[in-house]
């Protein structure tokens, strides 16, 4: 297949662009007390950049809504305060370390990944402030168990997903009628791609947290993957300690989130480098998703993102 021009790639991003701004109001039209999950991810970037454009000169009909492991790269969080700040809009953020303080989060030793702990403190936000919904930037070319969710995902009174309980989408057509308790996961970029998500970013100059670029980094080679070294993840006795050219492809909990080698340090050459690769990022760089083939399934089951 032949590589898209510039001027039919702009007019993909146009259909996509209407098409997650039609799913947004329609969150803010169906429910009652939504949130939007921003993260500072690039993800969740481009979903703000949407409801601005579905909502602004107004407010934002709802919150934004940062479920913290505790782990996350300063960097990260830095951004997203600034940006939360700049847009003058509310900002929620509950901790994993709370859970874990509280007794609801028990760790099997002080370092273990938090990502997938973040479902109980995610579902403890959903119930303290009565959301029912919560928009994602979850994407299906993510990763498999995401490619089985809906636009409009429900999740159960236990905040669980059950993949052969959905409601079907014909003719984008969404349905967000819950009972008392049960609340609805939307995803409005659920069918773009990484690519699009950088040509979008590309194309509306949007910021994002420094280490999305290529920098320079310790970082050790474990199995397929780059570990960086940090208080959380140190080198290992044998490791070999290297200073590379990394970038991130996805940001989450330093204990899980490996960088790829690369020399982008422009949005336009990560566009370039992402049309090139093969491996999705999750697939590149979330090491809790190499456990096992049903890993992100799994935690979904439980309440996850």
């Known amino acids: 297949m032949p590589p898209l021009n510039r001027r039919t790639a702009l007019a993909h991003l146009d259909w996509l662009e209407a098409d997650a701004i039609h799913v947004l109001r329609e969150v803010a039209g169906q429910c009652t007390n939504p949130a939007l999950l921003f993260s500072g991810?690039?993800?969740?970037v481009c979903l703000l950049r949407l409801a601005e454009k579905a909502f602004r000169p107004a407010r934002f009909p709802f919150p934004l809504l940062h479920?913290?492991?505790?782990h996350n790269y300063p960097e990260v969080v830095a951004f997203r305060d600034r940006r939360a700040s700049e847009l003058r809009e509310r900002l929620i953020v509950r901790s994993v370390e709370d859970s874990?303080?509280?007794?609801?989060?028990l760790l099997s030793h002080p370092l273990e990944p938090r990502n997938k702990h973040q479902s109980v403190t995610l579902l403890d936000a959903i119930a303290e402030h009565g959301f029912d919904a919560?928009?994602?930037g979850a994407r299906r070319d993510e990763e498999k168990a995401r490619a089985k969710e809906r636009v409009f995902s429900f999740r159960?009174?236990?905040g669980q997903w059950d993949p052969k309980n959905q409601r079907p989408e014909l003719w984008s057509l969404y349905n967000a009628r819950i009972r008392q308790g049960e609340h609805i996961r939307a995803f409005p970029i659920s069918n773009w791609t990484e690519?699009?998500?950088?040509q979008y970013i590309a194309r509306e100059n949007l910021a994002l947290p420094s280490i999305y670029f290529a920098h320079r980094r310790p970082v050790v080679r474990r199995g397929s993957a780059l570990v960086p070294v940090t208080e959380l993840t140190p080198a290992r006795p044998g490791e070999r300690v290297e200073?590379?050219?990394v970038r991130f492809r996805t940001v989450g909990d330093i204990t899980c989130t490996a960088p790829v080698e690369s020399s982008a340090t422009t949005v336009e050459a990560i566009v370039a480098e992402t049309a090139a690769t093969t491996l999705t990022e999750r697939g590149a760089t979330r090491l809790d998703d190499q456990t096992s083939d049903a890993s992100m399934e799994q935690r979904k089951k439980e309440g996850y993102f």
Do not use: Y
């Open 156 to 158: 159960d009174e236990f």
């Open 67 to 70: 479920i913290d492991t505790g």
């Open 195 to 198: 690519l699009d998500v950088w």
């Open 134 to 136: 919560c928009i994602g």
């Open 100 to 105: 874990i303080r509280a007794g609801k989060v």
């Open 41 to 44: 991810g690039k993800d969740s």
């Open 243 to 245: 200073e590379l050219s």
